[in-house]
Structures are given as C-alpha cells and as structure tokens.
C-alpha cells in the first residue's frame, strides 16, 4: 500500500480529538498526561499501554473514575478475541 492510500484509510476510520490542558497526573512522566487527556476528549474505554508509569495507583484510579480501562496489550487482545468468539 502506498503512503497516500494508507493515509487515506486512515482518515476513513480515525476520528480527530483535540484534548484541552492535560491534567498533572503522571507524577513519574508528566508526557503521558496527554495520553490521558487524549483519551478523555476521545470518550475512551479503553487504553492499552505497555508504560509502566500507567501503573501507578493515582494514574489508575484517574482511569478508573472516567470510565477508561487500562489494559497491556495481552489484556486487550484476549478480550477482542473473547468478544469476537462470542459474536460468531
């Protein structure tokens, strides 16, 4: 696939969000606070991260207050392939 057919797919399947100010939440790495803030303006369920500052009890418990789950990829894709499983 060439650059501009995969941009292309992209814009046909990605939504934009545009995060306000990020929120002082990961003391360890105060970057990833725009992770957390892209998925609060994004409405995620959830985040799949392998960052172990994600980890942290207060980043978790920011999570969990929005609604957003915080899975490592493992995680994730053995509940995709759990949901598909139970669709077919």
């Not at 105060?30 to 942290?56: E, I, W």
């Amino acid at each position: 696939m060439d650059i501009a057919r995969y941009i292309q797919a992209l814009q046909d399947f990605v939504e934009g969000v545009f995060p306000g100010a990020a929120q002082a939440i990961v003391t360890a790495d105060p970057a990833d606070d725009r992770v957390l803030a892209t998925a609060l303006a994004g409405k995620a369920n959830v985040l799949c991260t392998l960052d172990r500052h994600f980890s942290a009890p207060s980043v978790r418990e920011f999570a969990r207050r929005h609604d957003i789950e915080l899975l490592n990829d493992v995680d994730l894709f053995a509940r995709l392939r759990s949901s598909n499983e139970s669709i077919q």
